[in-house]
């Protein structure tokens, strides 16, 4: 649920059906604060961000499939570390550990990740990346350079949460909120000098509205646990509408608020080029991504010096889901519909001051990556 490709709704009735929904959302949320906790904000952020859906390993599964049954006959990654179900089952890691040494499988720690950014797309790219045969992807955020917990248990911890990988193989992981903070860019640097790096970025107006979505559901979904729903410390500011999210009552943008400086891209980049050659940063737009995901791909394999292995027709367009799904090796391999959440209408004047706020920053970004983002305007 971390990353998603919203759709908009047509019809009024659907409008009407997502703000009584949204106002149960936000009546469960008042309620939740009046008895919450406040915990850490980045504990906060750690949770909220926790993707509900995509690859699980099986260690939060029931028990495989065994070798010949019908699941595990079709699918196999010969040469892996483990058995690829659909996108929707996961990945099943390989139990043997005869098998595991045989195929030399290993936890490596990451030769490459994707490190932004949330809403950017990242969820579906891994999910796609994930049946490339060369890649071994952590299919959960491993979130360990931005959680200060894990870095104390140290890098052997980090290793492993990490995939099996063959020595043939690439390992993986992605956590988008890499991105946006300043101390993380050193903190990879140490660990994983010649890291390959993929940031994956959409129009910040429409990951901020994305962004406004996720953070409503899951505020709304964290309050009807113990834990309690408290913004603060988080740098997310979530009013009732978007717009009030945004826009401070002189009218301006509000840029501090998360929302809004997750879009800043540019400064992001800019921060991992301290301490990283460029030729270890690629960029990819994130709605080209959505809207073709099979140049993106192409890009990504050039990028890591992996085989040439997707093809066009690995790739299909779900016309009742409204986004693009896998073929190959599994037919018919898509994500859960709940992926893409329904858009509130945001009005022309907040959407004209964010597009006014955010000209120049993507400019700069159009320059430094020498991507053109076609909604750098
Ligand atoms: C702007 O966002 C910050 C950070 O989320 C928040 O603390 C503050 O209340 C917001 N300001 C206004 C005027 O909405």
Known sequence: M??????????????RLISIALGCLLLTFSLGMLGGTHPRGESHIKTWSRPGTGFQLDKDKPAPPNEDSEASKDFTCDKCCYRYTTIEN????????????????EKRLPDAMIFGVKKGGTTTLKNFLSYHPDIAFSQDELKFFT???????????????????????????????????PKVPAMIKKVLPNVKLIIIMRDPVERAISDFVHMQVTIARKCKKKSGCNLDNSGYYIAHTFEDSVIDSNGEVNYSNLLVAKGVYVTDIQRYLKYFKPEQ????????????????????EQFLGIKDYFTRDHFYYDVQKGFFCLNKPIP??????SKGRPHPEVNDETLRKLRDYYRPYNKALNDLMKVDFHWSS
Request: glycine share 6%.
């Open 332 to 337: 018919n391999n898509c994500m859960k519909e």
């Open 281 to 300: 940063i690629l960029a990819l737009d994130g709605e080209a991504f959505i809207k073709n995901p099979y140049p993106a791909v192409k890009l990504v």
């Open 147 to 181: 959680s200060s917990e894990d870095r104390y248990k140290g890098v052997e911890f980090y290793r492993n949460e990490m995939l099996y990988s063959t020595p043939d193989q690439i390992s993986m992981e992605k956590t988008p909120a890499y991105s946006h903070y």
């Open 90 to 105: 996961g990945i099943l890691e390989i139990q043997s550990k005869s098998e595991l040494m045989k195929r030399g499988c």
């Open 2 to 15: 971390n990353d998603s490709e919203d759709t908009s709704p047509n019809g009024r009735w659907r409008k």
